[in-house]
């Protein structure tokens, strides 16, 4: 048995559909294992806009053997007098792949049957999974898809790379002319260029040393962490927004969280209008005081990290300054 790694890489997907193709990407790979029978130890899925990838341990070497028995004809057809077997016995066994004489006879609820029994052995997982990882990829559902360039495949946004290892072993196919290999790639602005996967332990690794956290899960933990800090920094308290949270964690790879502010004027405006104002035009999270009325602050999450975070920072409050004074 062997680990297994497929990431699908493409162009930058929408965040509200990430969650719902990876449960729908694990929930295919165990049909597709129970179809197939595949026998796989825990499966998780990993993405981020860039990627959506699903990683499987001890998956078997082969195929579990499959142990067909079929009924034929009663046995007074299949056998004469002498109990030598007759033509439908001989033409039975022969449309079952066995011999006459390992056919049997069984006592069932309607009568004395002739049985066949046959067992198949299974295919190498190897030989499997190039049929099975592209059929699993194209059944993956979205809300919207799209074709690109001039082939027929449509998927959520272009695809530009696959990585399929089965252990240490590249799983060769061709999707609409993008060859599966080990090639993974780093973040986008931060460490362009390709990463190189040596086996699907070491793919969470490798991707963060290319700046890229591909565990949604430590994602939003960081967020969270980097949130808490920033708001702690002026003496407030987080206006704490779940949904805005599980999309911004969706919306980034390498997060980094940046604190703005805007002139305490713009409070006079109802506390709806702003916090709306900064979630929904901004992905902003508001920041509030022990009470529960709003700071004139705001936190950002971005995707990078910046060389003078001021910079950052003084370009994201002049954004922040233009809806408020429109609203006047």
């Known amino acids: 048995m062997a680990d297994l790694l497929l990431e699908i890489g493409t162009e930058e997907i929408p965040a509200r559909f990430i ?4 449960g729908e990407l694990q929930a295919l790979f165990s049909r597709e294992c129970e179809t197939q029978r595949l026998r796989a130890g825990q499966v998780a899925t990993l993405g981020t806009p860039r990627r959506l990838a699903l990683l499987a341990v001890d998956v078997a070497a082969q195929q579990e053997p499959l142990h067909q028995e079929v009924v034929g004809p009663p046995r007074a057809v299949a056998f004469d007098a002498e109990g030598r077997p007759t033509r439908a016995a001989a033409g039975f066994a022969r449309a079952q792949g066995v011999a006459v004489e390992a056919l049997e006879v069984r006592q069932l609820d309607r009568g004395e ?10 295919r190498p997982t190897a030989a499997l999974l190039p049929e099975m990882l592209p059929r699993l990829i194209l059944a993956l559902p979205f809300p919207k898809a799209m074709r690109w360039g001039t082939g027929d495949l449509r998927f959520v946004r272009p695809i530009h790379w696959v990585v399929a290892l089965y252990g240490e072993e590249v799983i060769a196919f061709a999707l609409d002319g993008v060859q599966s290999g080990r090639a993974s790639q780093g973040h986008r602005f931060m460490a362009p260029g390709p990463v190189e996967i040596a086996r699907p332990g070491v793919y969470e690794a490798c991707l963060e040393q290319a700046r890229v956290y591909a565990d949604p899960a430590r994602r939003r933990t960081l967020i969270a962490a980097a949130l808490a800090q920033e708001t702690a920094g002026v003496g407030g308290l987080l206006l704490e927004d779940a ?5 911004v964690t969706f919306m980034v790879e390498y997060p980094s969280v940046v604190r703005g502010t805007f002139e305490a004027e ?15 035009h901004q992905r902003y999270f508001a920041v509030t005081d022990a009470k529960g009325a709003l700071l004139p602050y705001f936190l950002a999450v971005n995707n990078t990290l910046a060389r003078d975070p001021a910079v950052v920072r ?11 004074a429109s609203m006047r």
């Open 113 to 122: 049957f002739v049985v066949a029994s046959r067992t198949e052995p299974g």
């Open 266 to 280: 713009f409070l006079s405006l109802p506390r709806e209008v702003l916090i709306t104002a900064m979630r929904e």
């Open 19 to 22: 969650p719902g193709a990876l």
């Open 314 to 324: 003084a370009g994201q409050t002049g954004a922040r300054r233009s809806t408020p």
């Open 243 to 247: 949904p805005l949270l599980e999309e």
